[in-house]
């Protein structure tokens, strides 16, 4: 059982490590990042119970809109309103980077959880495609959706809205694509290769971006 649970949550801290130490001017107080990792791992069971229920009910036809369309928008949902109504006007963000640090958080959170569920359930033979996989793909939804959120923070009063649309956007449209490469039983292999490397491309360049934004506002203030 410890294996197991070492194995569920060793992709997501190694992840999450990477952004934190990345953060050069000033680390997040640890407490509050702990504290939005809880809430991604506690949403994960309501998350699993809404999707349960659907799928028992049948309550789209669809396998596709049920399992790609409705799952992505919930996942990504859940995680953008939580970031929204607990975080985002929290004392300790200070600075854009620390949206990439919330998005991760909360994102790593629920996928530890739907990770460690997944392994209890199957074993571990799957951990190593997983952590390539679900785990990694969560977190960079999360860095996204920390990108955009941070931006929206530190933006003029006009521009905040846009930015905190495409906060919940964003992630919604690449969770999509995710899942739908996923739903193509003969060709996901061939697809996700070249989507989990332009997903990987795409969040570090929001990483750099909100660094080098962060490091101009500091700027401005000396």
């Given at each position: ?155 003029a009063k006009t521009n905040q809205k846009g ?58 203030k000396i």
């Open positions: 059982m410890l294996i197991l649970l070492t194995v569920g949550i060793a992709p997501g801290l190694a992840l999450f490590s990477y952004l934190y130490l990345r953060k050069q001017f000033s680390k997040e107080p640890s407490r509050t990042l702990f504290h939005t990792f809880l809430y991604g791992a506690i949403m994960t069971f309501p998350i699993l119970f809404i999707q349960h229920v659907f799928e028992e009910e049948e309550i789209f036809n669809s396998f596709f809109f049920t399992n790609v369309i409705f799952t992505s928008g919930l996942e990504e949902f859940f995680k953008w309103f939580i970031l929204i109504l607990a975080i985002y006007r929290h004392v300790e963000f200070e600075d854009a980077y620390d949206g990439i640090l919330y998005g991760a958080s909360i994102s790593l959170g629920f996928a530890t959880i739907e990770n460690i569920i997944y392994l209890l359930t199957f074993g571990t033979d799957t951990a190593f495609i997983r952590a390539l996989l679900p785990v990694s793909s969560h977190a960079l939804f999360g860095v996204v959706m920390g990108y955009y959120i941070g931006r929206a923070k530190f933006a930015f905190l649309f495409f906060a919940l956007f964003a992630p919604f449209v690449l969770h999509l694509i995710y899942n739908g490469i996923l739903a193509i039983q003969d060709l996901w292999l061939y697809l996700i290769i070249p989507f989990m490397q332009f997903l990987w491309w795409f969040g570090l360049t929001r990483v750099k971006y909100a660094h080098t934004f962060t490091m101009q506002q500091m700027k401005k």
